[in-house]
Nanobody, 118 residues
Framework: VQLQASGGGTMQPGGSLRLFCARSGRTFRTFAMGWFRQAPGKEREFVARISWSDSTTYYADFAKGRFTILRDNAENTVYLFMKSLKPEDTAVYYC????????????WGQGTQVTVSS
């Protein structure tokens, strides 16, 4: 399976943005999909996760109430809806999948840049 992230851009503080993660290729199993981000000079951090079996979601504390992860099985796409954006949300956002091992992200897409600035 391959992942393609898109939807990044430049927004003013308080704005909203929707990120897309399109899946392609065949796989017999997916445990979960997730979003991560990496800001300049910082380590990559977890943002949100959605279980593939029952769509259970889990968020980092900074994402709760502002970010929403959803999946569309028909379009084979995972979304990250972000609102009330802050300058500290500026980062490269990556989508990833747990394919072979539960709890381990073993397939990664390229990142998409999100910049929040006035």
């Amino acid at each position: 399976v391959q992942l393609q992230a898109s939807g990044g851009g430049t927004m003013q503080p308080g704005g909203s943005l929707r990120l897309f993660c399109a899946r392609s290729g065949r796989t017999f199993r997916t445990f979960a999909m997730g979003w991560f981000r990496q800001a300049p000079g910082k380590e990559r951090e977890f943002v949100a996760r959605i279980s593939w079996s029952d769509s259970t979601t889990y968020y980092a504390d900074f994402a709760k109430g502002r970010f929403t992860i959803l999946r569309d099985n028909a379009e084979n796409t995972v979304y990250l809806f972000m609102k009330s954006l802050k300058p500290e949300d500026t980062a490269v956002y990556y989508c990833a999948a747990q394919i072979d091992t539960l709890g381990q992200y073993d397939v990664w897409g390229q990142g998409t840049q999100v910049t929040v600035s006035s």
